[in-house]
């Protein structure tokens, strides 16, 4: 679409102001949770399971950019109860923190820069932002406490295809006792890793690619099921293997195919099922301007508009409180 010098700069002139006030906001948000942030980063950049989150702040960074027109027409103004989301996240952070879980603290943290945006940036630009704004709750390294279910599942499918090959087998639980030595299914092998990715993919694949709700319904199931299925079938291929050229031999293999190839032909496999039924381009998801002006409750919701500068005033002030707070307790 080609758009006039005047249309961009009347548009840079809308965002210049609220993006500076957000980014001050962000600044000191990010300043006060640094302890959570950080430990995010370190999960993100050193665990293998969560390496993927690497990719979430550009994905975000990029569903905003092309929503920018639609947040023009939209318009930028400060909303009051966008600041209560916001307290509601250093809440939680607070808490999170004084009961040393670092999921509540970091979803909390998370939530505290999603109500700076809707607070200074008003209502209705946060239904534009509507998904990427949800999306940011993927930054929250998640996935160890589903290890052990998984491992569970994944030895079940590996034992009944064992023994469907006609492999005298015996089985406990996470233990695959074979003619060929005994197998664990380990964390490692569980298949959470791939998981985990397969889903935050397949949430943004879900919004920008699909309109139909049963169609994403189907294409999240897929994502799920698939990867855990494709995980009991690697478990029993390296188990099978083994039988023929040794545990040892068969366990390198594994974690070359494992890694490299067989999840993602698995992954090119979904999506290639599922791109036939695709219904639009990721530049038409999400609420329109003109959509969401039509919303019946819009306006009374969103009220006559906040001064952005006493916003952006209460929004130090609340991290200021709960600065002070933290280290008093």
Not at 45 to 69: E, Q
Not at 87 to 112: C, D, H, K, P, S
Not at 154 to 181: H, K, N, Q
Request: net charge neutral; aromatic share 12%.
């Amino acid at each position: 679409m080609l758009r006039s010098p005047a249309a961009a700069a009347t548009r840079k002139g809308a965002f210049a102001i609220p993006g500076a006030m957000l980014a001050l906001a962000a600044l000191v948000l990010v300043a006060l949770t640094f302890a959570e942030w950080r430990a995010m980063a370190h999960q993100w950049w050193n665990i293998d399971t969560y390496s993927h989150i690497l990719l979430v702040p550009p994905i975000i960074a990029w569903l905003g950019w092309i929503r920018r027109d639609e947040l023009a027409r939209a318009g930028l103004r400060g909303w009051w109860p966008g600041l209560a989301w916001l307290v509601l996240g250093l809440a939680v952070w607070f808490v999170g923190r004084e009961i040393a879980i670092n999921t509540i603290a970091q979803g909390g943290a998370v939530m505290a820069l999603q109500g700076a945006v809707l607070a200074l940036w008003g209502l209705r630009a946060g239904l534009v932002l509507g998904f990427p704004l949800a999306y940011a709750f993927v930054l929250v390294p998640f996935g160890d406490e589903i290890i052990p279910p998984l491992q569970m599942v994944t030895a079940e499918i590996a034992t009944a295809l064992t023994r469907w090959s006609g492999i005298e087998t015996v089985a406990s639980g996470i233990l695959i006792d074979t003619p060929a030595g005994l197998f664990i299914v380990a964390e490692e092998c569980s298949g959470v890793k791939f998981l985990v990715a397969m889903l935050a993919l397949g949430l943004l694949v879900a919004h920008t690619c699909f309109a139909s709700w049963n169609r994403r319904a189907w294409f999240l199931i897929a994502c799920v099921v698939v990867p855990i299925i494709a995980n009991g079938i690697r478990a029993w291929a390296t188990i099978f293997l083994a039988q023929y050229v040794g545990a040892e031999a068969a366990g390198g293999f594994d974690h070359i195919v494992y890694g490299w190839f067989f999840f993602a032909l698995v992954l090119a496999l979904v999506l290639g099922v599922a791109w036939r039924w695709f219904e639009r381009e990721p530049e038409e998801a999400g609420w329109t301007a003109a959509g969401i002006a039509a919303l019946p409750h819009v306006a009374r919701w969103e009220g006559p508009g906040a001064d952005r500068n006493l916003v952006l005033a209460a929004i130090l002030l609340a991290a200021g409180c709960f600065a002070v707070a933290a280290r008093l307790v």
